[in-house]
């Protein structure tokens, strides 16, 4: 959209500028390189999200976006890098959950997620997906509920270790269905769905991008998925909300977020770019191929989901015990 000035507009600038008086820094914002730090190795799916933003994301904003993966910690130490980091727009973090669920694990993290962070947008969804070995004696949820509660303590289900998205998701699905299904945790999501393809161990919080081959080839069950609404992708498979537990959700998310103290000016002008990015029609082509649910709110909404979920976490952590790895 072309944006004309009108003839006062281009007189006081011009005072502005023969007066010697500078604009403010932010109006050249971006001028150089962004970098976006994701907390995870290369190659996964969260990584795959950040590169297929990333690269709309930089011309959107004039400049080039630099993804730099900064494992360990379960993110900490990728947060604890953008925390400390120049407010001023050009680190910035690519997280998920592990945000909202590290502060939960442990009180030393080197920074304050609320004080030391400001949300930019929240980008992309993808819902868990439960699914179950070809082998288990239930073909639904209804039959996993109902097998699982004459049958306490029989049942297990793996996750890619503890304080994971996966576990704390399931743990919160059992404490609401008030269920005892035995944790195994595992080093990370591919063991884990070895031992389930195999019979070890019954159960499993995955996707739809990894569990789709698996459920063709009638290897796993499908028995609900993690979201207010159906996938378009597996229209078949109920969601847990409507199966019983309104409201309920397991969601891995991705957002964008600055060090504390980036101007707003700053903030609104990423805010736009992700809006752009994510509003491309490749984007939206692989986002769809993968199972990924655009979303790009605003900063106030993102932070209102972050305060909810660094509440939900630090409760259900309490309530069952849960140890980080």
Same mark, same amino acid.
């Given at each position: 959209?072309?944006? $004309?000035?009108?003839?006062?507009?281009?007189?006081?600038?011009?005072?502005?500028?023969?007066? &010697?008086?500078?604009?403010?820094?932010?109006?050249?914002?971006?001028?150089?390189?962004?970098?976006?730090?994701?907390?995870?190795?290369?190659?996964?799916?969260?990584?795959?999200?950040?590169? $297929?933003?990333?690269?709309?994301? &930089?011309?959107?904003?004039? $400049?080039?976006?630099?993804?730099?993966?900064?494992?360990?910690?379960? &993110?900490?130490?990728?947060?604890?890098?953008?925390?400390?980091?120049?407010?001023?727009?050009?680190?910035?973090?690519?997280?998920?959950?592990?945000?909202?669920?590290?502060?939960?694990?442990?009180?030393?993290?080197?920074?304050?997620?609320?004080?030391?962070?400001?949300?930019?947008?929240?980008?992309?969804?993808?819902?868990?997906?439960?699914?179950?070995?070809?082998?288990?004696?239930?073909?639904?949820?209804?039959?996993?509920?109902?097998?699982?509660?004459?049958?306490?303590?029989?049942?297990?289900?793996?996750?890619?270790?503890?304080?994971?998205?996966?576990?704390?998701?399931?743990?919160?699905?059992?404490?609401?269905?008030?269920?005892?299904?035995?944790?195994?945790?595992?080093?990370?999501?591919?063991?884990?769905?070895?031992?389930?393809?195999?019979?070890?161990?019954?159960?499993?919080?995955?996707? /739809?991008?990894?569990?789709?081959?698996?459920? !063709?080839?009638?290897?796993?069950?499908?028995?609900? /998925?993690?979201?207010?609404?159906?996938?378009?992708?597996?229209?078949?498979?109920? $969601?847990?909300?409507?199966?019983?537990?309104?409201?309920?959700?397991? /969601?891995?998310?991705?957002?964008?977020?600055?060090?504390?103290?980036?101007?707003?000016?700053?903030?609104?002008?990423?805010?736009?770019?992700? !809006?752009?990015?994510?509003?491309?029609?490749?984007?939206?082509?692989?986002?769809?191929?993968?199972?990924?649910?655009?979303?790009?709110?605003?900063?106030?909404?993102?932070?209102?989901?972050?305060?909810?979920?660094?509440?939900?976490?630090?409760?259900?952590?309490?309530?069952?015990?849960?140890?980080?790895?």
């Amino acid at each position: 959209m072309r944006t $004309t000035l009108s003839r006062r507009s281009l007189l006081a600038l011009s005072a502005t500028l023969l007066a &010697g008086t500078s604009l403010p820094a932010w109006a050249a914002y971006p001028d150089k390189p962004v970098r976006l730090i994701v907390p995870f190795p290369a190659g996964g799916t969260v990584d795959a999200v950040a590169r $297929t933003l990333g690269n709309k994301l &930089g011309p959107a904003l004039g $400049t080039t976006v630099v993804i730099e993966n900064v494992p360990g910690a379960g &993110g900490a130490i990728a947060t604890q890098r953008v925390a400390k980091a120049p407010a001023d727009g050009y680190t910035l973090l690519f997280t998920t959950p592990n945000h909202t669920i590290n502060p939960a694990l442990n009180d030393k993290l080197g920074f304050d997620t609320r004080r030391d962070l400001a949300p930019v947008s929240l980008v992309a969804e993808i819902p868990e997906l439960l699914v179950a070995n070809a082998e288990q004696p239930y073909n639904d949820f209804a039959g996993f509920v109902r097998y699982a509660r004459a049958n306490p303590g029989k049942l297990n289900y793996a996750s890619a270790g503890n304080g994971t998205l996966p576990h704390v998701t399931m743990e919160l699905l059992l404490q609401q269905l008030g269920l005892q299904v035995a944790h195994v945790p595992y080093k990370g999501a591919a063991p884990a769905m070895n031992d389930l393809l195999s019979g070890v161990v019954g159960l499993k919080m995955d996707t /739809i991008a990894t569990a789709a081959g698996h459920i !063709r080839s009638g290897r796993l069950k499908p028995l609900a /998925i993690a979201s207010l609404k159906r996938s378009p992708l597996m229209p078949e498979v109920p $969601t847990v909300a409507e199966s019983g537990l309104p409201g309920y959700q397991g /969601i891995l998310w991705m957002g964008v977020i600055a060090p504390a103290g980036t101007p707003r000016e700053v903030v609104d002008t990423l805010h736009q770019g992700l !809006r752009k990015a994510v509003a491309d029609p490749e984007v939206l082509r692989r986002f769809e191929s993968d199972g990924v649910v655009p979303v790009a709110n605003t900063p106030a909404e993102f932070e209102k989901l972050i305060d909810t979920e660094l509440k939900q976490w630090a409760q259900l952590v309490r309530k069952s015990d849960i140890k980080a790895n």
